[in-house]
């Protein structure tokens, strides 16, 4: 079983940045995601790479992130520049089900506890 620990958040200004962390209790061969949930929204899909390294994105962090993972260390890495207001919520590393990266929640088994990330304006 996989535990996901996550960190690297806290308040920036907007046009900062920020990198978050996540680290797994084991080595896994599965895809993992990045999700962010903000007050009266529903979670969504942020960024997700797959074992091999293929990265996918949301519309809404695309030109200004970067997915990365570290196999050895068990890690996942996501780098937000160019923050907004908008960006604020709680940021998720989550592991998928499949070593194909997907942007369906149901895919993913494992989550951490999440990690703040607000942005001011």
């Known amino acids: 079983q996989v535990q996901l620990v996550e960190s690297g958040g806290g308040l920036v200004q907007a046009g900062g940045s920020l990198r978050l962390s996540c680290v797994g209790s084991?080595?896994?061969?599965?895809?993992l995601g990045w999700f962010r949930q903000a007050p009266g929204k529903e979670r969504e899909f942020v960024a997700a790479?797959?074992?091999?390294?293929?990265?996918d994105y949301a519309d809404s962090v695309k030109d200004r992130s970067t997915i990365s993972r570290d196999n050895a260390k068990n890690t996942v890495y996501l780098q937000m520049n160019a923050l907004k207001p908008e960006d604020t919520a709680v940021y998720y590393c989550?592991?998928?089900?499949?070593?194909?990266?997907?942007?369906?929640?149901?895919?993913?088994?494992?989550w951490g506890q999440g990690t703040q990330v607000t942005v001011s304006s």
């Open positions: 989550a592991s998928c089900l499949f070593a194909t990266m997907t942007r369906s929640l149901s895919s993913y088994l494992y």
């Open positions: 790479i797959s074992w091999q390294g293929s990265t």
């Open positions: 084991g080595r896994t061969f599965n895809a």
